[in-house]
């Protein structure tokens, strides 16, 4: 194999190209679906509006603290450190499988 090989990138097929078109029609009727079919004047405020209304919610634990209690500073640092605890995560993990695959072109 040479050093610079080119990856060619197949065309659709027209079965392909006719599933996708299908799945795309799918996806607009449904919105269309929801739009049409939605009581007159009811707006559209989420589900969690809409389920709090229904389900009375009764909290199940109390947390030993609040972070919004200690201060402003103190929250938007845990925030902070859960950000970069996930980035530290996502990149870790994106480089395991960057270099797992990397190893197994070169075998």
Same mark, same amino acid.
């Given at each position: 194999?040479?050093?610079?090989?080119?990856?060619?990138?197949?065309?659709?097929?027209?079965? /392909?190209?006719?599933?996708?078109?299908?799945?795309?029609?799918?996806?607009?009727?449904?919105?269309?679906?929801?739009?049409?079919?939605?009581?007159?004047?009811?707006?559209?405020?989420?589900? /969690?509006?809409?389920?709090?209304?229904?389900?009375?919610?009764?909290?199940?634990?109390?947390?030993?603290?609040?972070?919004?209690?200690?201060?402003?500073?103190?929250?938007?640092?845990?925030?902070?450190?859960?950000?970069?605890?996930?980035?530290?995560?996502?990149?870790?993990?994106?480089?395991?499988?960057?270099?797992?695959?990397?190893?197994?072109?070169?075998?």
């Amino acid at each position: 194999m040479s050093e610079a090989t080119t990856h060619r990138i197949p065309l659709l097929s027209r079965r /392909d190209w006719l599933i996708g078109a299908a799945l795309v029609a799918l996806l607009v009727a449904g919105f269309a679906a929801v739009v049409l079919l939605a009581p007159s004047g009811a707006g559209f405020a989420g589900t /969690d509006a809409t389920g709090a209304e229904l389900i009375p919610a009764e909290p199940w634990v109390t947390p030993p603290f609040s972070p919004g209690s200690l201060g402003s500073e103190v929250e938007s640092g845990l925030f902070a450190l859960q950000a970069a605890l996930g980035g530290i995560i996502l990149g870790f993990v994106l480089g395991r499988l960057t270099g797992r695959r990397s190893t197994a072109a070169q075998e």
